[in-house]
């Protein structure tokens, strides 16, 4: 089936730096990539919907400039924790929508955890 | 506002038993509806879905149960085994459109 590689997956930075977060389709190519983050003990939240070749659509609420995005390539889609902060810490996950068939089936990341000190 | 609901967080069942996990949502417009399991710290895992023109999808041991006029979804999985242990996801979307979720239920399946 289809495979989406998420890395890293776990990063613990000072407060004020910045990190980013690769989420890569590993045998299909995905137009549109979707970032989420949760709580402990709470629902899958979207953040952010990463198009290939254009801006992406932040939900609201979100800070586009927090949470930069970036989707560069059909197998590739980058978001970047800006100066991170303590409530930035949670756990993110990104998926990608598999074209074909199935193109109703979101296969996800494995996710990351952000620890910020 | 919270369009999929899981209102159990949590189900404890007996090994070879059936484990029954619900969920509801609110927006008629919903036509496409999946379930996921989630292990900690790992991304969630596709297991089961069902469009609005069926009212049931079965897989090896899950069966997923979709009642539209009540806006509720089951997923069944018969027999329990301890490997099922994990926490379990509906999300819901309208054609196109961005998926939603339920908070999930976490199932322990006792040996």
């Known amino acids: 089936g289809a495979v989406v590689s998420q890395h890293p997956s776990r990063v613990i930075c000072k407060s004020g730096t910045s990190v980013k977060i690769e989420c890569r389709s590993l045998?299909?190519?995905?137009?549109?990539m979707f970032w989420y983050r949760q709580f402990p003990k709470q629902s899958l939240m979207l953040m952010a919907t990463?198009?290939?070749?254009?801006?992406?659509?932040?939900e609201q609420g979100v800070e586009k400039d927090k949470f930069l995005i970036n989707h560069a390539s059909l197998t590739l889609s980058t978001l970047t924790v800006t100066s991170a902060h303590p409530e930035d810490s949670s756990f993110y996950i990104c998926?990608?929508?598999?074209?074909?068939?199935?193109?109703?089936?979101?296969?996800f990341g494995s996710g990351t955890q952000l620890s910020v000190l | 506002d919270q369009q999929v609901k899981q209102n159990s967080p949590s189900l404890s069942v007996q090994e070879g038993r059936i484990s029954i996990l619900n969920c509801d949502y609110t927006?008629?417009?919903?036509?496409?509806f999946l379930w996921y399991k989630k292990y900690p710290a790992e991304g969630p895992t596709f297991l089961i879905s069902?469009?609005?023109?069926?009212d049931k999808n079965e897989d090896g041991r899950f069966t997923v149960f979709l009642n539209k006029s009540a806006k509720h979804l089951s997923l069944h999985i018969v027999p329990s085994q301890p490997g099922d242990s994990a926490v379990y996801f509906c999300?819901?979307?309208?054609?196109?459109?961005?998926?939603?979720f339920g908070t999930g239920t976490s199932l322990t399946v006792i040996p």
């Open positions: 045998d299909f190519q995905a137009t549109t």
């Open positions: 927006n008629s417009m919903f036509d496409y």
């Open positions: 998926s990608a929508r598999s074209p074909g068939l199935n193109n109703e089936k979101l296969f």
């Open positions: 990463s198009n290939e070749g254009s801006k992406a659509t932040y």
């Open positions: 069902i469009s609005s023109i069926k």
């Open positions: 999300a819901a979307s309208a054609t196109g459109n961005q998926f939603y």
